[in-house]
């Protein structure tokens, strides 16, 4: 089975749910003490897609100013990102520039980043209507890749977006492959 | 339980391939543990500026060692720590030596550039994960040899104390046998092993395999070398060194000793040897760290740490003659205490082992900075006088007085003044004649004299160093004038004049009790400059002692007195000197000369 590696990483202010969410999301748990050190908690994901297997290495960057610092260097190598907003607290959405800006400097200016709401399910229908309306003027006006909003209490959009993320990941690596093994007939 | 080494090369937070030897069931990526380790990496370069080199987590010690230079990828190695109390030098090389070998043999494979570039196909690099686990394998015998490292076994072989000796010495060993393909042979010889290597203090040993005590000779150009043998068919060394006192120490310690004691002993060794060479007096030099040397302030009692191959970690270095196979260095070493700074002169051999504090002084900031501006400007003020620790010249001496002053700093030293003497007085009118001197002559005399009641006061000058005495005894005056110019020309760094004063006034006490030849003032150089001879003396091989000493006495009448304890290390030269069975301290320099300069004993 073809078998690929991505470093996901995963920002967004502090309290918005972004561990709850990956929790819905994944199994195998790696959580000690390690988050509180360092700043940063892991998880793991395979995810297969018709005989080829993503391995998912999920970052989960603290929201906490105190580990701020060091974590562009753990951004290094990520092939892709999901920053976190809460549509409860519309707030958080002012920190979504400053992760934004982080992941295209130290991973890569063209990384494919993601916006998630969350706590979905929390708001009443004008109050989710006001949240995405917002969400999607920053989507449009920055770049995204693509907006969701989530709960991880009803799971909406839970799976889908890792799915999303995995199915362009792969798909990426496909292109490249073909590339590589164009150049390698052709010499 | 055999335990597994396992290895990690880890990008950009992503392990790209894994080894473990022996083999693990679950060989399945983890990069749970490659990116915690990124992380931790990235965090201790972050917070601390620089590489994480090593960590113990639990029972296993991680060793981490850089790809490329970009902090992006890096090589992480797990083995289990055997000492768990104290983490030694052997997990230490072990881990530094293996992941040196997976770098340089994964460098090798994959030029960086193409490591850097990788894609994330996940099994990139998998290819490598076979050879990793070869080497791993290679190096994971040395662990399992350390592990059943048995001492108590080590009493098994014939002469084993020979054994340690070279071992301790790093000599080559050779395992002569006949019978290579015995099993048993393997197994004893492994074991043997093991011992070497705990002893040697290092994986690198020079143990060669031999058939036949002729294949020596093949083997080394050098037909006079040292070389230990033990023959593994009967268990015993067959040829040796002399055996140490301390392995015959340990090789009695071990004999009656409890398991736990010698696991206490394979755990602490060094402690074990220190604390035995510290209550035996003996010592093997060459074992000695030369990388720092800790000594306790003789001010604060602070360990103080100083490494004699770092030139920024002491102050100035005065190199002595080659002394019974030492050389010999003064050390000046300064460290911090509050507001003070306390300046240690010490005494130390080639190995930077300590064996003498000489001189410890305190210097306050201000005095510190004023060392190296040159001449300050005399101050009118009293002088500060300083009484020598022992009175030692005798009330009836041929040197009724004697002062040594500082015209700069004001102080006296009182080598010997008499009741009805005022020193101070004396100081300043030995300063007013001085002046008197350079107000009449365009460069002021180094020696001159002058009457005070019924005697007559000798002066010499220098700079700021100011030698006063009356000597009654003309052979001792003409002795001392040739000397006081040394004395006084000497360049005297910041507080070192301290100590010579002391030994100044030594000197004087030999030149008035001892038989001195009017030309010869070697010897009261010696007593005030030469730093070993406060030193004991520490010999490799101290079973030649007996016989050397009965050899020289037949030469050197004195020999018998101070040889013996003086090469046993129980006593110094300035002890010798100082008895009543040196009568003559240049007959005692020359006897020691002639040991010295011929290496009877080094």
Redo the contacts between chains.
């Keep these: 089975m ?6 996901i990483v995963i920002g967004g202010a502090g309290g918005v749910g972004k561990t709850t969410l990956l929790c819905r999301y994944l199994t ?1 748990i ?1 959580k ?1 003490d ?1 988050a509180m ?4 908690t ?1 998880f ?1 994901k395979d995810v297969n897609r018709s005989g080829t ?1 993503a ?1 998912l ?1 999920i ?1 989960d960057l603290g929201g906490q100013d105190r580990f701020r ?2 974590q562009p ?2 951004v ?4 892709a990102a999901i920053i976190f907003f809460d549509m409860a607290r519309l707030q958080t959405i002012m920190q979504i520039e400053e992760w934004l800006t982080m992941f295209r400097t130290s991973a890569n200016p063209s990384i494919p980043v993601f916006l998630c709401g969350t706590k979905q399910d929390l708001l009443p229908p004008d109050a989710i209507k006001r949240a995405n309306e917002e969400a999607m003027e920053i989507v449009a006006s920055r770049g995204f890749t693509q907006y969701y909003q989530t709960s991880a209490k009803t799971g909406l959009n839970v799976e889908a977006v890792f799915d999303h993320v995995v199915d362009l ?1 792969l798909a990426q ?1 496909s292109v ?2 073909e590339a ?1 093994s164009n150049i390698a007939n052709s010499s | 339980m055999i335990m597994s080494f396992k290895s990690l090369c880890i ?5 790209i391939w894994q080894a473990a030897y022996p083999p693990l069931d679950d060989q399945e ?1 983890t ?2 543990t ?3 380790l990124s ?2 990496a ?2 201790a ?3 601390e500026g620089q590489n994480i080199k090593n960590m113990i987590i639990g029972d296993n010690d991680w060793t981490f060692a850089e790809i490329g230079d970009n ?2 990828g890096f090589l992480v190695l797990q083995i289990p720590v055997i000492n768990k109390n104290i983490p030694g030098q052997f997990e230490s090389e072990l881990s530094t030596v293996i992941t040196m070998t997976l770098r340089d043999e994964f460098t090798r494979r994959y030029p960086l550039a193409l490591f850097q570039r990788r ?5 990139m690099f998998s290819d490598f994960e076979p050879i990793a686990e070869e080497i791993l394998r290679t190096y994971h015998a040395y662990h399992e040899r350390r592990q059943s490292l048995d001492l108590k076994w080590l009493l098994d072989i014939k002469d084993c104390e020979k054994l340690i000796t070279a071992a301790m010495d790093k000599q080559s060993i050779y395992f002569l046998t006949e019978r290579s393909f015995d099993p048993n042979i393997h197994e004893i010889a492994n074991r043997i092993l093991a011992i070497i290597e705990f002893f040697y203090n290092t994986i690198k040993v020079n143990v060669n395999f031999i058939d036949d005590l002729q294949d020596i000779k093949a083997s080394t150009n050098d037909p006079q070398a040292k070389s230990t043998v033990v023959n593994l068919v009967t268990s015993s060394v067959i040829q040796g060194p002399q055996p140490s006192i301390f392995a015959k120490k340990l090789v009695d310690y071990i004999t009656s000793a409890s398991d736990e004691k010698i696991k206490d002993i394979i755990e602490n060794f060094e402690g074990f040897r220190r604390e035995v060479v510290n209550n035996f007096d003996f010592t093997h030099l060459d074992e000695y760290s030369s990388k720092g040397t800790n000594f306790e302030c003789g001010l604060c009692n602070q360990t103080v740490r100083f490494d004699i191959g770092n030139e920024a970690s002491f102050i100035t270095k005065t190199t002595h003659d080659r002394f019974f196979g030492m050389e010999l260095s003064t050390y000046r070493v300064a460290h911090f205490a509050g507001q003070e700074i306390h300046v240690n002169e010490v005494l130390a051999d080639q190995n930077g082992v300590v064996t003498k504090i000489v001189n410890s002084y305190t210097l306050n900031m201000q005095e510190y900075m004023s060392l190296s501006q040159e001449h300050q400007e005399s101050q009118q003020q009293d002088f500060h006088v300083v009484t020598g620790q022992e009175e030692l010249l005798k009330k009836d001496s041929k040197i009724k007085l004697f002062l040594l002053f500082n015209k700069v700093n004001h102080w006296i030293y009182e080598i010997s003044c008499p009741n009805n003497f005022k020193c101070e007085e004396i100081a300043k009118l030995v300063q007013a004649k001085l002046r008197e001197q350079e107000l009449v002559m365009k460069v002021p005399s180094p020696y001159f004299s002058f009457d005070l009641g019924n005697d007559t006061v000798h002066v010499w000058v220098s700079s700021d160093l100011i030698l006063c005495g009356i000597i009654e005894d003309k052979k001792i005056f003409n002795i001392f004038n040739n000397f006081a110019k040394i004395f006084l020309d000497h360049s005297y760094y910041g507080e070192e004049i301290f100590e010579r004063r002391e030994r100044l006034g030594i000197a004087l006490k030999c030149l008035e009790s001892k038989e001195f030849s009017p030309r010869e003032i070697g010897a009261l150089v010696r007593i005030v400059f030469d730093d070993t001879i406060i030193s004991p003396i520490r010999l490799k091989y101290a079973n030649v002692t007996p016989q050397l000493t009965t050899r020289l006495e037949s030469e050197f009448p004195i020999a018998k007195s101070v040889l013996r304890p003086f090469l046993a290390g129980k006593m110094t030269i300035l002890d010798a000197i100082m008895t009543e069975n040196v009568p003559k301290v240049d007959e005692l320099f020359e006897l020691l000369d002639f040991i010295n300069r011929r290496e009877l004993i080094s």
Excluded: P
Excluded at chain 1, 37 to 40: P, W
Excluded at chain 1, 76 to 79: R, S, T
Excluded at chain 2, 11 to 15: A, D, R, S, V
């Design positions: 073809q078998t690929y590696v991505y470093k195998g790696f000690t390690t050190t360092i700043g940063v892991f793991n297997c391995k290495a970052w610092m060091v260097q753990y290094n190598g990520a092939k990941l690596s490249q492959m590589r | 990008y950009e937070g992503l392990g990526m990069q749970l490659s990116g915690m992380a931790i990235l965090f370069k972050h917070t902090d992006r894609f994330e196909e996940g099994t």
